[in-house]
């Protein structure tokens, strides 16, 4: 029998690959999206598969879904600072009505529910690398409060419930990210360094680029999750990779692959950005035998190649 899922966010830049990859694996799948900072584009060829629905949803409003909803994977929320910077109240809000919504709906329909959570629980940490027992350094009040409480609240209520209400959920805790369909405008490191090396323009590191992240490709991430999706682990688990370098390192590299002659200048950090980054992925080695392939070179490669044919960056 078919598996049918439900992927809020599916339209956004995580959500499209993740729908791409349940279909390919032969499940039904059901995006909602309200196209804030998803848009129907990444998932337009997606569209012909008989397996496929989008539907333009809002799931602070609500959420009904007809039939049986075997799988939710609970992906909707602003993901980048300059998103949620400039919607402090709709971040706040799918975290917290929802991620109330979708619990309802995976304890209506018995579903396995996975909640996307994020590094960015961990704040600016004290702790080196992260792993999941650290309870984190998060400022509540500081501007980017607004997205690590969201997250921290949704991984509450995602516990509450399945101790109250005996759903089967879990927790992923996703580390920086990048690949194929990322805004150039998104105002994350990667597409903003790589739509500045393509159109020759100054590459803007903030500080003096000594900051760690520690970055994962799409297909990676993908892996992971559904890995966890289908096992009976409540986490939270980490999925990252932990291969760590500066924002230096990184617009060093992004300038060679895309061989730009762009010069590297520093702008001023933002406030609370965290000092380093980097996952703790044992857990998901030994439960899940997972860990990263692609390389980071690859990776940026394929990342840069997909950018050059942007209409952003075209012409």
């Not at 279909?23 to 039904?28: R, V």
């Amino acid at each position: 029998m078919t598996t049918r899922v439900v992927v809020t966010g599916g339209a956004g830049f995580l959500g499209s690959h993740l729908c791409e990859r349940l279909l390919a694996d032969g499940c039904e799948v059901l995006a909602l999206d309200n196209f804030l900072t998803g848009s129907p584009t990444n998932v337009e060829h997606l569209m012909e598969h008989d397996g496929f629905r989008l539907r333009k949803a809002d799931i602070t409003d609500h959420i009904h879904v007809p039939g049986p909803v075997d799988q939710i994977l609970h992906f909707a929320s602003p993901a980048s600072p300059i998103d949620y910077l400039q919607l402090p109240i709709e971040t706040l809000k799918v975290g917290s009505i929802g991620t109330l919504h979708a619990l309802g709906l995976a304890k209506e329909k018995g579903s396995r529910f996975l909640l996307a959570s994020t590094s960015e629980t961990y704040g600016d940490p004290q702790v080196h690398p992260q792993p999941e027992t650290y309870w984190g350094h998060v400022n509540p009040v500081g501007p980017r409060g607004v997205y690590d409480e969201a997250k921290r609240y949704a991984e509450a209520l995602t516990m509450a419930y399945r101790r109250t209400h005996n759903v089967d959920a879990a927790i992923l805790r996703i580390f920086n990210t990048y690949g194929e369909r990322m805004r150039p405008n998104d105002g994350r490191a990667i597409p903003t360094f790589i739509r500045q090396a393509l159109k020759r323009e100054p590459i803007t590191v903030a500080g003096d680029g000594s900051q760690t992240r520690s970055v994962c490709y799409v297909s990676d991430l993908v892996e992971g999750i559904l890995r966890l999706l289908r096992s009976d682990l409540a986490g939270p688990v980490n999925i990252g990779n932990p291969y760590e370098l500066t924002m230096l390192e990184l617009a060093e590299r992004i300038k060679e692959l895309s061989k730009s002659d762009s010069e590297i200048v520093f702008v001023p950090r933002p406030e609370d950005d965290p000092s380093v980054r980097q996952p703790d992925i044992t857990l998901a080695k030994r439960e899940l035998q997972w860990e990263p392939q692609v390389e980071l070179a690859d990776g940026l490669g394929r990342t840069i190649e997909w950018f050059r044919g942007h209409p952003e960056l075209v012409g």
